[in-house]
């Protein structure tokens, strides 16, 4: 081989040489680009899971809120219905006829398991100490002791728990 035929082909060798680095480098970069766009579309994705398990608990609470609430306004319009028969039962009392307190308290025992059923739970407030929180005074009595004073001397209107939640307030008398 002659010395310029050496040249020649030490020049095509650098040539080959310097694509290959710059093919190289090209290549490095775009796999530099690529994993950032997939670092960015996997950070994108879980951002969008986490968005859409929000979403889909936020649904399921509004959900059962609905139902609850529901329930409770249906629950709500049968106190009244509650009430008149324990004033039926309180008026009965006093009364011979026992086939008409049979079932006038049939009537209202078997309404109120259905309701205990639902949640529904009375408030005991006679005897008990003043609560705000499930008792609403109507008015104050001289207490017939010393002991009784801030206490739950007579109930006016019954008061009722939906699953914990105060429903209606009983309407109290309290020692003063």
């Known amino acids: 081989m002659s010395e310029e035929n050496i040249k020649k082909t030490a020049a095509k060798a650098r040539k080959t040489e310097t694509k290959k680095t710059s093919a190289s480098a090209e290549s490095e970069k775009k796999i530099a680009e690529l994993n950032d766009k997939l670092s960015k579309e996997h950070d994108d994705y879980i951002r969008l899971m986490a968005e859409f398990e929000t ?59 259905y309701l205990k059923t639902r949640g529904l739970e009375v408030i005991e407030a006679k005897g008990k100490e003043f609560d705000t929180d499930f008792h609403e005074a109507v008015t104050q009595f001289p207490a017939p002791s010393e002991d009784l004073k801030g206490f739950v001397l007579d109930v006016v209107q019954t008061g009722y728990l939906l699953n914990g939640k105060v429903l209606r307030y009983a309407k109290v008398v309290v020692g003063a």
């Not at 608990?57 to 249906?74: G, H, M, P």
């Open 55 to 113: 979403f889909r608990r936020r649904s399921a609470e509004e959900k059962l809120n609905l139902v609850s609430s529901a329930a409770s306004d249906t629950i709500k319009g049968l106190l009244p219905v509650l009430d008149d028969c324990e004033r039926a039962m309180q008026m009965l009392a006093s009364s011979s006829d026992d086939a008409a307190k049979e079932g006038t308290a049939l009537i209202y025992n078997k309404l109120m398991d």
